[in-house]
Structure formats: structure tokens, C-alpha cells
């Protein structure tokens, strides 16, 4: 599989990324030979970065992937992330430290190549969030003291909350990675879309990030699996998935999902979720795309997707048509 540079750093990643998340389940609740078959298949055909976090099943994922993994890891690019309570907030420096030495610990390594922030950015004060002025204030410099001790090479953060203020994150040059929404029901993160478009406007978040050698990760591409074009949820996923940047909820999200089947009837793709790989891996503003899976089938078929290359100019132009029908 077709590698690329992430952003300034000196990481390679292959096309496609490995999610540890509960939406898709496996390195959640998925039995432990199928985990590891899927790591080894994935390593074997090529993908090399492998994205967890330690509320991926209550650490679970971690521990997973750590055993999975086993001793081999040349080659292999590990990223975790760390989301602040309330109260952690009041001694970040301590939480940070406290929490990614858990996360070594489960993984089986000495260190991460990318430490992401998992915190929701606004003024909210709601539980998992946190404020622009915590993040520069705060979290900044317990991240560079993270990254001086060796424990992460690369500092990182999910682009999630006020478009201006993630803006501003990548404007301090200080995150090398950001894990960026875009799909084809959230495209404003890497093109403009129209004032009543549903959903979050990311005001070309992705090409900020390339302007400022910041690797990205497109997340939730397929829309927490709404672009299956079906509501039914896999055993091992998340029963209950909230849109993020998208619809109302989840069935409205499927709903408009099924608007893209004309483009699979003029054969552009084969399936809904294989044309929402190939949207994804087109822009090329995007380092890597991640995508979270139930059982090693949809990860061959991920991988299949993404060797098959962008879509074409036609397809993209059909897409957009039926984009600019969506309204809030």
C-alpha cells in the first residue's frame, strides 16, 4: 500500500490507517485471534499506523493492540490520545503524564509516535471539553515536556469543536497532526459548501493544516458507518452512534447517504462505503484516512477501496451535484 509523509514529520503512513475505536468494535469487544489476525493481515498488505485511545472500550483497545502488535514493531506507527475530565483540568501537566504512562504500559512500548489531544475545543464547560486558552495555556507545554522525555515523538489533536479555535490550533505550529472529520456528508473541511448546508462548516481546515505542515488523519469517513447506506449496527460497534459535523442523528445521516447510490449506478464505485474511501483518499490534502472495522472482511474491504485509487473527475462532479442538494 502506497505510503505518504505525514506532514513535516519524519513518520511515514500508509494510505489507510487501522482504528482501535468502539464504532467498529473489533479491538473493543472482537474475540482475541480475530484482533490479532486483523493486525497481522493489516501489517502483511501493508498498513503500517494503528490509532487507539484509552476510552476505546475503557482502555480495552490499548491492551488489545499492545498484545496484537506483539514484539515486532519495526515499521509501525502507534498513536494514542488522552481527553481530560473536568477535573483533570486543574493539574493537566499530572493528568497528561498519568495518562499516557498507562497507555505505554497497555501498548507494550517505551513511547507513541503521535500523542493526540481527545478534548472537544470550546467554552462550553461541559464534561470532555476544553477551552482554546487551556490548550495553548496548558496543554502545550505538558505535551512539549511529554515529547522532550521521549514518551511521543509527534504531538497531535481531534479536530472536534469551534471551527475558529481548531483553526488556531494548527496556527501555533506546535501540533505536527490533527485527526480532521471529512466524508462525503461533511466535505467543508477540504472544500466550501453552501450556507444551508447541514452540519458543521470546518472552513477548509485541511488546507490550513497542509499550509502549516500539519499531518491529517480523516476521521469518521464514513460517517460512523451511516455510508454503509443501512441503520442496522454490527454486533461488536457502537449501537448508538451521535453524527459528528453531520445530521441530526443517524438516521438522517443514512437517509442522505442513500442519495449517493446514482453514483454507484453509473459503476463509479462498487459500493456505498467503497465511493466514501475513494472521496476521502482523493483529497489530497489528507495524509492518511482512518477507518474503524467489525471483523478482518471489512478491512480487506477498505484496503481493496483504497488500492483502487481516487475517484475521477466525473464521479467527483456527480458528487458534488448531489451535495448541493443538502440543506438544513
Known sequence: MK??????????????????GAV??????????????????ARDNGINHFDTAPSYGDTVSETNLGRALGSNREGIVVSTKVGFTQDELEDIDTAAQDSLNASLRRLQQDHVDIFQLHNTVDLSGQEGTITLNQVVNDVLPAFMKIREQGKAKYLGFTAKGNTDFLHKMVETQEFHG????????????????HKSFPGQDYLNLLTRCSDHGVGTVGVRILAGGALSGTERRHPLGMSDVAPIGSGADYKSDVKRSLLFNSVIENQYAESLTELAVRYAITKDTISTIEVGIANIDELQSATNAVNKGPLDTEALAQIKTIQNTFNS
Open 3 to 20: 505510503r505518504k509523509q505525514f506532514g513535516q514529520t519524519s513518520l511515514e503512513v500508509s494510505i489507510l490507517t487501522f482504528g482501535c
Open 24 to 41: 467498529g468494535g473489533l479491538m473493543t469487544k472482537g474475540r482475541p485471534g480475530d484482533q490479532d489476525r486483523a493486525v497481522a493481515w
Open 178 to 193: 490533527s485527526q480532521v472529520f471529512y466524508n462525503l456528508l461533511v466535505p467543508s473541511a477540504g472544500e466550501p459548501i
